[in-house]
């Protein structure tokens, strides 16, 4: 089947776009024309965009979808789902959000074959290495047969409260690190100081502080900072590609800009809510905003958009979690509360709105942080994440001028929730197309329809086209 796009906007320079076409066959771009540069070919099929800007398919590298185990925070197909309405042709999932969690060879086949039954869209995972690996002294294999399976990445923590995903000390940490850059393979980090938030905790705990504002001081930018120097540390002694995921403060950033000025392959990840929300949001909306790390302050929100234009950010990811709503959020203890919320559905749109619309960041930098990226990071930037010849046919059909607001029943998933609520934005997904198929699309009455579960595929790490 050959499908030529037409009537359409690509990004080119800047804030530019260009008129083209878009020749798909067999679910790849064969060739991107000028507008109206050749007549109909007998057996094409064409279709029509309607003047729409059409953007590589997003590649969230950072969502919990709580599949396989956690069937009433939702699954592959309710998380794909929302990815397909936000313009996201690939997800890659976090390693323990899951039961069992992927820190075994078995729990990654597990969780792909849980996964490729229900994806409406592509999906890759993470391989997480964790302290029970060293406990069984097996890390070294598990890691290799990691890489040798075509994991997106791998995955470590400084600070975990999972039973069955330990975090790793400082020299486990710079282990794995060695030789996970002896085999070619970049890590991803949540960096958090372990001791000094527990320390924190117990006494804000023991002053019977229950509550935001608690939250938010145990979780300090201090902390942040500190985990940030450990990281950088590993960067340079190992000269691991490193990056720092979901980060929250601007001395953070700092830190990673002056990394990479250094020539550190270090890089950080910012997920749209540290870019619209600060600790005084936390305290007026409540459990809704908690986050881990905790949001900062207004001059750490105004910092991270800078490093979206100064590169020290290389992605942003929605860092979508699963939650079962309300009950997990509103357990009576902000201690007890469930950090994060679904995301995977918001990401282009409010980059739009909030960033390309007010001029805080160009179009052409919104694709490199959402699908350019991302690609490169993790090994599939031959296949996705351009709109270019020889690459997988994933874009989306995007009205850059539609104005809407945000409202939980939007949001795709098995609990409908959203900090966003009410607020209103600029650019709104129209469809979604996956190696040349939609797999979503928004009628001109407001019906949304999807494509079928297991649509999606396991895309590795290198694999070939």
């Not at 030789?179 to 960096?191: D, K, M, N, T, Y």
């Not at 031959?382 to 690459?391: C, E, N, V, W």
């Not at 197309?433 to 895309?459: A, H, K």
Request: aromatic share 8%.
């Amino acid at each position: 089947m050959r499908t030529r796009f037409v009537n359409l906007r690509i990004p080119a320079m800047g804030n530019d776009t260009a008129r083209a076409e878009i020749l798909v066959t067999d679910g790849l771009i064969e060739e991107v024309l000028e507008d109206n540069s050749q007549t109909a070919v007998g057996g094409e099929q064409w279709v029509d965009l309607n003047d729409a800007l059409v953007l590589p398919g997003l590649i969230d590298g950072h969502v919990n979808f709580a599949d396989p185990g956690f069937p009433l925070r939702g699954d592959f197909s309710s998380g794909t789902s929302a990815a397909a309405a936000g313009g996201v042709t690939c997800v890659v999932d976090l390693p323990c959000s899951s039961d069992p969690p992927v820190t075994t060879e078995d729990g990654l086949e597990y969780k792909a074959r849980i996964a490729a039954a229900k994806a409406h869209v592509d999906f890759m995972l993470w391989g997480g290495i964790s302290g029970t690996a060293f406990e069984r002294d097996n890390w070294k294999n598990l890691l290799l047969s990691f890489v040798d399976s075509g994991v997106a990445a791998i995955h470590l923590s400084m600070r975990s409260d999972l039973s069955d995903c330990p975090e790793l000390d400082f020299e486990q940490l710079a282990e794995v690190t060695q030789e996970a850059w002896r085999l070619g393979i970049p890590v991803g980090l949540h960096a958090e100081a372990p001791d000094a938030i527990r320390q924190a905790i117990r006494e804000s705990r023991q002053r019977g502080e229950d509550g935001p504002a608690a939250w938010t001081a145990t979780h300090s930018s201090e902390t942040e900072y500190a985990a940030v120097a450990v990281a950088r540390e590993l960067c340079r002694s190992t000269g691991v590609r490193l990056h720092l995921m979901g980060l929250g403060s601007g001395d953070g950033l700092d830190l990673v800009l002056e990394g990479r000025q250094e020539g550190l392959p270090l890089t950080a990840g910012v997920c749209p809510a540290f870019l619209e929300f600060c600790a005084g949001d936390f305290e007026s909306k409540g459990p809704e905003l908690k986050m881990s790390p905790a949001l900062k302050t207004t001059d750490d929100r105004k910092r991270l958009w800078q490093g979206l234009r100064d590169s020290s950010v290389e992605m942003i990811n929605s860092g979508h979690v699963a939650i079962q709503w309300p009950e997990e959020k509103n357990t009576g203890s902000i201690w007890t509360d469930r950090a994060g919320f679904p995301g995977v559905q918001w990401t282009l749109p409010y980059l739009y709105s909030e960033g390309v619309s007010t001029g805080r960041i160009s179009l052409e930098k919104l694709v490199e942080l959402v699908s350019a990226g991302p690609a490169r990071f993790f090994g599939i930037d031959h296949l996705k994440g351009a709109l270019k010849p020889g690459m997988h046919a994933d874009f989306v059909v995007f009205d850059d001028n539609q104005t809407w607001e945000v409202r939980a029943s939007n949001v795709h998933g098995l609990n409908r929730f959203t900090p966003f609520e009410g607020t209103t934005w600029t650019g709104r997904v129209r469809a979604t197309y996956l190696r040349g198929n939609c797999v979503y699309r928004l009628t001109p009455d407001g019906r949304e329809m999807f494509g079928t579960p297991g649509s999606g595929q396991w895309i590795t790490r290198g694999q070939k086209g």
